[in-house]
C-alpha cells in the first residue's frame, strides 16, 4: 500500500519539476500536473481506501474500495462457512459483459412493431439516450393497450434478482408497469413447480418453501437419514435471501457421526454427489427419474412384511384403502408393485429395496427429498409417493423422524430468530388511482400462464390447457418485459423459444449482463449492479437471523442506473413520479424499511440500534431460536391442529384431484414411462445418455457466469464441462479435457469433457446456467458455450402443475473434430450506426 502511495508521490514531484523546468511540457501532462497541484491528497490512497459491508445471494462480505474500485472481497466474520462464488463478486461487476447503456436492436430500432424478427438475436444493436430507450418502452406500452388490451403484455419477473429490499427490481418493474396497464402475469415458478402444486393436496402445505425440523434435533435424534435427489453440500451456498451458511456447522456435525457410526446416511442419487463424498455416505445408484418405482418397492415391502404404521395411518390420513389395490396390482396394469418389478426399472436390487424398507421401518429415519426429481416428467408423483412412505413409516411429526422437503435449502433447519425481517419496497397498487389503462379484458384468456408455458402461449396462440383443477388459455402476447430473470437460461429448449420469438413485436430487456435475455430482446435498459447502490436485506431466509446493510460499494459504472431510477424516470412519463416513490428516495426507503422493522420488534423483545448506528456498524443479528419439529403440531392434535388438505389428513387418496379426470395426475400416485428415458427407456437406442442440468457449483444459475477469471476456474477447453462417465467416455474416444459436441434432436452444444468417476454410465451432467452463446440467431446453430437449455424438453410436468421438466432430456456426445467457433456469449452487444456498420464505443 505504502508503496502505492510512494509511487505517486513520486510522479507527482516528476510533474512539477517538468513544470519547473519551464520548457516542452506537452498539453495533456500540463492538465494532470496542474490538477495534482490543487489537490494532492486526491491521489493519496489512504484517504481513498474503505471497507464496506454488503449482501448477495451467496453471502454476506467486506469489500475493499479504493478509489471507487472494488479491489478485495472477505466474507463477512459471522460466516463460518463463506463460499467460493463470492470470488465471482469483482467480476460480475466488471465483466467485458455488461450492459453500458440503453440499446435497441438495429431492425426493431429500423422498423418498430413491424421490424424482421427472425434477424432477433443477431446482437447488433444502436446505442440510445436513456430518455429515447424509455419513450420507446413507453410508445409500446401505448400501442399494446389502445391496440390490444391487456393480454397482449407479458410481465416477467420471477427470477433470481439480486437480494436487496428496497431494490428487488421485479417489483420495480410490476410496479410501474401497473401504474401503466394490465398484464399477463405467470403462476409457480421454475424451482418447485411440481411440488408446490401437489403437496398442498398432500399435506398441506407446499413443504418446499416452509422451515424444518432443526438440526440440532435431526443430529440427536436421528437414526437414519435418507438424501434422496438432493445435493446439500452443493446447494446451501446460496439462499433466497442473503445467506448465512450456518448449516454447513450442522452437516460438519453429521460427517462426525457418520465416521463414529450414530447416524447412517444412505443417498439415493444417480450421481455420487458432492454431499454423498463430503460425508462418506453410503450411496444408491438410482436410474434416473424412476424413483416412483424405488418408493412404490419399498412401500410394497412395508406392506408385505407388515412393518407399516397401521395406527398413523388410521389416525392421521385417507386413503389408503384406496391406494393399496394399485401396490398389490389388482388394477387396471394388474402388475405387483414388488421390490422385483422396482428393481427392473430402477436399477437398484430388490434385495436392497427390501433391506432399505427395512431400516426405514426400524430406524428413527429422516426423509430428506431435493427439488430436481419433481424438475422432470410426471415430477408429482415421487413427491406424492415420498410422502405416502413417510405415513406408512408412521414417524411424521416426531424429533428426527418424518419428511422433508427443503433441507437442502437456504438452511431450512437452521431455527429461526422468531424476529420481524424488514419488508420490501411495494410492489403493490398502493397509490390510490387506477392505471392509465383500466381494461381488464383479457378477450378470453387467462391473466396469468403457468411460467414454463409462456412460450407455448406463443407458438399455439389461445390453446386451452389443465392447470390444476382449471381451465388456462393461453394469451398469445405480443409484448415481453423480463427484470431479474434470465429466460434465455431458465427456460427449455432454445431452438423452439427462437421460433416462438419471432412471434413476438417487442421484447424489452433489464440488466447489468448481457444475456442471451438481452442478446434475444429489442430494448435493453442497463441496470446497475446491487453492488453499485445502497440497500439492506434479510440476513436468513428462514433463520432470520438478522438484518445486512448494502453499502454501495462503486458508483453505478457506464450509464447504468438502479432499479428505483429506472423505474421512477419511466413514471415520470405517467406524472406519477410521486406516487411511485411515495415521495422518499433510497435511503429514506431503506430508513423506513428498517425502522418499520425495528418498531414490529420492538414489543417483541427484539431491540435493534438506531438507523444511524445500523448503518454504520453494517448489521443486526438476533440470537437463534427454540429447536422445532415439523408436523409435531399435527401430530399431537390432527382435529385442532389439522393441516391445510381438503380433509385436514394426510391425503394417500386425493379425492379432488382424481375429480380433475387427469390422465397424468391420478387419485394416487402411479408409474408412468416418460417420453424419453434411459437405461433401456424410450428413445434411449437412439440417445443413451441421460442429461441432467443440476444447480451449479461455481454460481447462482447464469450469475457469474459472466465473471471471467472465476469461468476460466472451472471451464474446459473454453467450454462449460459436460461430466460423463469413464465409461461413457471411453467408448466414444473422449478423453478429460476434450472439446466435445453434444447433440439430440432438439438441439446441438459444444462442452468440454470432464471425465468423471462420480458418474456411471449413461449420466451425463452439465449445469444449469451456462450462458447460452449460439453462433448466430437461426434455428439450430450450434451454442458455443454449453446452456443445457439448449438441449432440454420443453413439456409441462403434468395436467395438474404443468411445471418445467428439465431433467427429463436424452442425449448423445461425440468427440468434436474440426475448428472450433469461439464462445460468442461474453462479449457484449455488437454496437452499430443505423447502417449497420459497427461502431466503437466506450
Ligand atoms: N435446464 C435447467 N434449467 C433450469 C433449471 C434446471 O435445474 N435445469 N433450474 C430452474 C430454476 S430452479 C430456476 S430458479 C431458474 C433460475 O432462473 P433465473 O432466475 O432467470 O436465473 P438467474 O441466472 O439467477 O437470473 C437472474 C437475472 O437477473 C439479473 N439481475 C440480478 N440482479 C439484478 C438487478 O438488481 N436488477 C436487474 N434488472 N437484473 C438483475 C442477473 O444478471 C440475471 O441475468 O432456472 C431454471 N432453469
Ligand atoms: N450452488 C448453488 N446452489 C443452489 C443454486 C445454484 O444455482 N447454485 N440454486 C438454488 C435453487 S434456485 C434451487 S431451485 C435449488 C435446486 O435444488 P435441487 O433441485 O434439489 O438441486 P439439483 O442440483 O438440481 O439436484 C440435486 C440432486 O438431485 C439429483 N437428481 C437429479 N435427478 C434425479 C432423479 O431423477 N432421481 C434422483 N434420486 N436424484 C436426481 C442430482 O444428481 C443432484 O445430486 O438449489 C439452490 N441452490
Ligand atoms: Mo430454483
Redesign the pocket.
Known amino acids: 500500500m505504502s508503496y502505492q502511495t510512494d509511487r505517486s508521490r513520486r510522479g507527482f514531484l516528476k510533474m512539477a519539476s517538468l513544470i519547473a523546468g519551464g520548457s516542452l511540457v506537452a498539453p495533456a501532462l500540463m492538465a494532470e500536473s496542474l490538477l495534482h497541484t490543487k489537490a494532492p491528497t486526491d491521489v493519496d490512497i489512504e484517504t481513498l481506501t474503505e471497507w464496506r459491508i454488503s449482501g448477495a445471494h451467496w453471502g454476506a462480505f467486506r469489500a475493499k474500495v479504493v478509489a471507487n474500485r472494488l479491489v478485495e472481497v472477505e466474507p463477512f466474520e459471522f460466516d463460518r462457512y463463506p463460499t467460493r ?1 463470492l470470488d465471482a463478486v469483482p467480476g460480475i461487476i466488471y465483466s467485458p459483459a455488461r450492459v453500458r447503456y440503453p440499446l435497441v436492436r438495429l431492425d426493431w430500432y429500423k422498423h418498430r412493431h413491424n421490424s424482421d424478427t427472425s434477424q432477433r438475436g443477431d446482437n447488433r444493436f444502436i446505442r440510445v439516450s436513456w430518455d429515447e430507450a424509455l419513450d420507446l418502452i413507453y410508445e409500446s406500452l401505448e400501442r399494446i393497450q389502445t391496440q390490444f388490451g391487456p393480454w397482449a403484455l407479458h410481465t416477467g419477473n420471477v427470477g ?1 434478482r439480486s437480494v436487496g429490499q428496497v431494490h428487488s427490481c421485479g417489483n420495480h418493474m410490476l410496479r410501474a408497469i401497473a401504474m401503466h396497464g394490465n398484464s399477463v402475469g405467470t403462476a409457480g415458478d ?3 413447480g411440481a411440488g408446490q402444486v401437489i403437496m398442498p393436496y398432500i399435506l398441506g402445505s407446499t413443504e418446499v418453501y416452509s422451515q424444518g425440523t432443526s438440526w440440532d434435533i435431526i443430529l440427536e435424534e436421528s437414526d437414519v437419514i435418507v438424501i ?4 446439500l453440500v ?5 439462499g433466497w435471501n442473503t445467506e448465512t451458511h450456518e448449516a454447513y456447522g450442522y452437516l460438519e456435525q453429521l460427517k462426525e457421526k457418520v465416521a463414529d457410526g450414530e447416524i447412517r446416511v444412505i443417498c ?4 455420487k ?1 458432492m454431499t454423498a463424498n463430503y460425508l462418506n455416505a453410503e450411496h444408491l445408484y ?1 436410474n ?4 416412483l418405482a424405488v418408493m412404490m418397492g419399498i412401500a410394497h415391502t412395508l406392506w408385505k412384511e407388515d412393518l407399516y404404521d397401521k395406527e398413523f395411518l388410521e389416525t392421521y390420513t385417507l386413503g389408503f384403502n384406496e391406494f393399496l389395490p394399485y401396490l398389490k396390482g389388482e388394477t387396471e396394469d394388474m402388475v405387483e408393485k414388488t421390490p422385483e418389478w422396482a428393481a427392473e426399472i430402477s436399477g437398484v436390487p430388490a434385495n436392497t429395496i427390501r433391506e432399505l424398507a427395512r431400516t426405514m421401518a426400524q430406524n428413527r429415519t429422516q426423509l430428506m427429498i ?4 419433481q ?2 416428467q410426471h415430477g408429482e408423483q415421487p413427491y406424492w409417493m415420498a410422502a405416502i412412505v413417510a405415513a406408512m413409516l408412521g414417524q411424521i411429526g416426531l424429533p428426527g423422524g418424518g419428511i422433508s422437503y427443503s433441507h ?2 437456504s438452511s431450512v433447519g437452521v431455527s429461526s430468530s422468531g424476529a420481524s425481517m424488514p419488508g420490501a419496497f411495494p410492489l403493490n397498487l398502493d397509490f390510490g388511482r387506477e392505471p392509465k389503462y383500466k381494461s381488464t379484458d383479457y378477450k378470453g384468456y387467462s391473466n396469468f400462464i403457468p411460467v414454463s408455458r409462456v412460450v407455448d402461449a406463443l407458438l399455439e396462440p389461445g390453446k386451452e390447457i389443465n392447470y390444476n383443477g382449471n381451465k388456462i388459455k393461453l394469451a398469445p402476447y405480443k409484448m415481453a418485459i423480463f427484470s431479474g430473470a434470465n429466460q434465455w437460461h431458465r427456460q427449455q429448449d432454445r431452438n423452439k423459444m427462437k421460433r416462438a420469438y419471432r412471434n413476438l413485436e417487442t421484447v424489452v430487456a433489464v440488466d447489468y449482463a448481457w444475456t442471451a435475455t438481452c442478446r434475444f430482446a429489442d430494448i435493453v435498459l442497463p441496470a446497475c449492479t446491487p453492488y453499485e447502490r445502497n440497500d439492506l436485506d434479510v440476513y436468513g431466509t428462514y433463520s432470520n437471523r438478522g438484518i445486512i446493510a448494502m453499502h454501495k460499494l462503486i458508483d453505478p459504472l457506464y450509464y447504468s442506473k438502479s432499479d428505483f431510477d429506472i423505474w421512477r424516470e419511466f413514471s415520470k412519463r405517467l406524472n406519477r413520479e410521486k406516487e411511485y416513490t411515495q415521495n422518499r428516495n433510497e435511503m429514506q426507503w431503506i430508513e423506513k424499511i428498517y425502522m418499520d422493522c425495528y418498531n414490529e420488534n420492538y414489543p417483541k423483545g427484539f431491540y435493534m440500534p438506531s438507523f444511524r448506528e445500523f448503518w454504520e456498524r453494517g448489521y443486526v443479528l438476533f440470537p437463534e431460536g427454540k429447536p422445532w419439529v415439523r408436523h409435531a403440531d399435527f401430530r399431537e392434535d390432527p382435529e385442532v391442529n389439522a393441516l391445510g388438505t381438503p380433509s385436514g389428513f394426510i391425503e394417500i387418496y386425493s379425492r379432488t384431484i382424481a375429480s380433475y379426470g387427469y390422465e397424468d395426475c391420478k387419485g394416487h400416485p402411479i408409474w408412468m414411462e416418460k417420453a424419453e428415458r434411459s437405461h433401456g427407456g424410450p428413445k434411449s437406442d437412439r440417445y443413451p445418455l441421460w442429461l ?6 461455481n ?3 447464469s450469475q457469474g457466469c459472466e465473471a471471467t477469471k472465476m469461468r476460466e476456474s472451472y471451464a474446459i477447453a473454453g467450454r462449460e464441462p459436460v461430466f460423463i462417465s469413464p465409461i461413457d467416455a471411453e467408448k466414444r474416444g473422449i478423453k478429460h479435457g476434450d472439446l466435445v459436441r453434444v447433440f439430440n434432436d432438439r438441439g446441438q452444444l459444444l462442452a468440454g469433457a470432464n471425465v468423471n468417476n462420480n458418474f456411471p454410465e449413461g449420466v451425463v ?1 452439465i449445469f ?2 451456462a450462458w447460452y452463446s449460439p453462433l448466430d440467431e437461426t434455428i439450430g446453430s450450434i451454442d458455443t458455450y454449453g446452456d443445457p437449455n439448449t438441449l432440454t424438453m420443453d413439456v409441462g410436468t403434468s395436467s395438474l402443475s404443468q411445471a418445467p421438466s428439465a ?1 427429463t432430456c436424452l442425449v448423445e456426445i461425440e468427440k468434436f473434430v474440426g475448428v472450433a467457433p469461439a464462445p460468442t456469449g461474453f462479449h457484449g452487444p455488437t454496437v452499430v450506426d443505423i447502417d449497420g456498420n459497427e461502431t466503437v464505443e466506450v
Open positions: 462464488i433470481w421454475y424451482s418447485t434422496w435427489g438432493s445435493d452443493k446447494n446451501l451456498q446460496v439415493i442419487d444417480p450421481v454427489s438410482v434416473p427419474m424412476t424413483d431435493g427439488w430436481a426429481l424438475r422432470q437442502h435449502y441432467q442440468s443440476a444447480h451449479p457449483d454460481r447462482l444459475h451432467r444449469e446456467g431433467n
